[in-house]
Every structure is written in C-alpha cells, then in structure tokens.
C-alpha cells in the first residue's frame, strides 16, 4: 500500500514552488572529491498539497550548460520514500524521456542496492566529475560509484532535459526562472 501511494504521489500533476540561486556558496561534502561548486538553481516539488523534496543544482561557475563538469544534483526528501519507489520512479522517468540504453536494467539494479530508503531531511545527492564518474552520497557519506558515462548524462536528464516531465523545476534548477 505504502508503495502504491508513494507511485501515486510522484506521478499525479504538481505544482512547483521555485527559487533560483540566492547565493554563490560553494559547497562539498567532507567525502566529497568535488569541491567549490556554486549554486545555480533550487526548486521544491509540490504534488497537490504535499511537498515531495528541494532540489539544487551546483556547478563550477554556477552557471548551467549541458553536459557541463563537475556537476552535483541535490535532493532533500521532506516525506518517506521506499528505495524501490524511487528507483521504480527512475524508470518511469526514463520511459517519460523515451531513453533506452542497453545498460538501463543493470543501472536500475545498481540503483537498488546503493540507495537507502529516504525519510524527512534526508539528502541522495549525485556528483558527476570530469572524468563523467557518478558518486551518489546520502547525508554527505559516500553510497558507491557508477563508472559508466552514459548513466549519468541520462540521470541527470530527468531533472535537466528541456524534455523533462517536470519543466518549471528545470528552469529553476538551471537558473532561468
């Protein structure tokens, strides 16, 4: 049930409270290879009259281009989550995207066994560095690595694609709103 109602959540029509960056404080976690990175963008998804998480998107410059490194994606749950809803939630996205990659099942399965289940607070933020590497973090400590550098352009895409399911959080999140 638990599932079901966390499904229903992430897919019904949102509205999106948003801001763009407010400041150009560099962040990085004590774990974290990637440091200096500046705010670019912040939104918080709403879905009816629940807010799902905040979301912030940081950059070298604090400036958004594609396909641009390093790059962190933050996201700060304010409700439960099971991991298997959001790596199911993943997929959906993905689908909603029309991406396909011959490796999405092995990345879907990957996903399973990094990520938590999240609660209120709680923070999974991807780093993507130069060498197109994507480190996932839960509350700053380290979950695990993948080394596949198409993973993390098409990750990143559900939140950053000009065809993303959620378009308002985009152009928050990359600075234009």
Request: proline fraction near 3%; glycine fraction near 4%; include cysteine.
């Amino acid at each position: 049930m638990k599932r079901l109602c966390t499904s229903l959540l992430l897919s019904l029509a949102c509205t999106l409270t948003v801001s763009t960056a407010a400041s150009n404080t560099p962040v990085a976690t004590a774990t974290s290879p990637v440091e200096n990175l500046q705010l670019v963008g912040e939104a918080r998804l709403n879905v009816m009259f629940w807010s799902v998480y905040n979301s912030r998107l940081y950059t070298e410059n604090g400036r958004y281009e594609n396909a641009q490194r390093p790059l962190r994606l933050e996201i700060q749950y304010l409700r439960d989550f099971a991991a298997q809803a959001l790596v199911e939630q993943t997929g959906e996205e993905w689908d909603h995207l029309q991406l396909s990659h011959e490796r999405r099942d092995q990345w879907l399965k990957q996903l399973t066994t990094l990520w938590p289940d999240v609660g209120k607070n709680d923070v999974i933020a991807l780093e993507i560095d130069t060498a197109n590497r994507s480190t996932f973090y839960f509350n700053g400590e380290k979950l695990g690595v993948i080394d596949d550098a198409d993973f993390g352009e098409q990750f990143v895409a559900i939140w950053l694609s000009p065809d993303t399911s959620r378009p308002a959080l985009r152009e928050a999140l990359i600075g234009s709103l």
